[in-house]
């Protein structure tokens, strides 16, 4: 049927069901990393090589892009960018990585297009605004490039901040929000694809702000709501994500984006759900390709 590139700085339980689900659909799947790739640009033509094999296939799926330096990482993203010259279907885009893989950028998007995230504060260096140094809120300092919830940093007192560092010397300071009557820290994550609601499950912990799985979060299955839903497939038509996930606060009957990954996991998902969320992806993506 087609021929797909599953491409990644590290392969997991993810892309084995993507290939499996793929294979089952007739396809022939191809397992890179980055780190296997090479790029030729002669007689008018760009192609790619892993093991100094060129590369054909009709469609990539990105599964993981790891930390690196600004060289590694555009040099990934300028490879899909120049498939896609080649009208090659890349999911998600290069373009929609790059817009939800930069905090700021997706806080900005967000915010332009009328959709509430909690007070964000950014800029570089030391010197803290005016704006925020006589500020009582409390505040996570994020990275800016970074995912599974780790180095985030609670600011009780902004006068903690002329003691922290930033990474990449940019400092990302997001209001932390927690109602006074809240007994847990929770947050609710989305995962849609084709703009369509898969599952959504609400993550919580007793003792640590940070509600990410990975740092050991406890999860259950989340009924969304059509408001929440209506908003959830704004969002994905705004980055224009092939499938992603959504992280959203419930703030005082308010709605606040948190982030927008475009290249989210599903494994706690769908431990519980009863139906596959890793062929309902594939099937998606297959339709994306055809199209």
Known sequence: MFSIAIIADIHDWHTKKIKFHLEKKGCKVLILKFS???AKFSNNNYSLFAKNKKLVFDGVWVRFIGNGTLEEITTKLTYLHLLEEKKIYVHNSPLAIEKTVDKTRTTGILEINKIKSPLTFVWQGKKIPNSILNSKIRFLLKPIFGSQGKNIVLIENTKEIKKKIAQG???YLQEFIKNKNQKKFSDIRILISNHKIVSCLERSSEKNFITNI???AKYEKYKIKSE??????????IFNIGYGGIDIKIHKNSFLVLE???IPSWKAMQ???KKNISEILVNDFLKRLKN
């Open 214 to 216: 990975y740092q050991g």
């Open 271 to 273: 431990k519980i759900e």
């Open 36 to 38: 296997e790739l090479s």
């Open 260 to 262: 927008v990954n475009s």
């Open 228 to 237: 929440l839903k209506t908003l959830s497939q704004k969002i994905s038509k």
């Open 169 to 171: 010397n940019i400092f």
